[in-house]
């Protein structure tokens, strides 16, 4: 199992993993047209923050870095590239409403018993959101949040970083919870 370390230091990538997961995406989306490299970013993306979420930690451990259409997984091409050479998946380039846009074919079946069953059932719910229930466009626009407006194009956004996604107002009662907080511990 390949693993490398991640900016938050409890954190792992298990290169592994993240290329089960995005073979199993591309096999689980059967209509190539409903899965652009935009979709298949953010199926990655809220695949491990729903993890995160629900368990503390990620199912990938991936970095992910701001771009224009939100975050991407850092190890995004590294992973489409290995994919491609075993023979995995294909990749073509379509005319989508002016634009070239990249589908995805997956052309074996994938390993997914590394996943857990709560696992499968996030990416699974995840997949179906995505793939079905938005647009590139209006699922990249989910993904603008708080802390992705904070971070500049390139810049890490530590998948932690949901936690914080919707900044709101410091009420007196925080600052009142913060002082007890530090008073307990002096």
Known sequence: MKKVASSHPQVTLNMDKLTSLVHYICYKCHDPAVLGAVKLNKVVWYS?????VDSGKPITGETYIKRQLGPVPKHIQKVLDELKTRGDIVVREVEYHGYLKREFIAMTKPDISMFTPDEISTIDYVIDTISHKHTATSISMKTH????E????????????????KLGEITE???KWAKQVLSNTA
């Not at 491990?48 to 995160?52: I, K, N, Q, R, S």
């Not at 949040?145 to 992705?148: F, R, S």
């Not at 904070?150 to 914080?164: F, T, V």
């Open 48 to 52: 491990d923050v729903l993890a995160y």
């Open 145 to 148: 949040d708080a802390v992705w």
């Open 150 to 165: 904070l971070a500049e194009i390139g810049e890490e956004i530590p998948i932690y970083g949901i936690l914080a996604s």
């Open 173 to 175: 009662t925080d600052v």
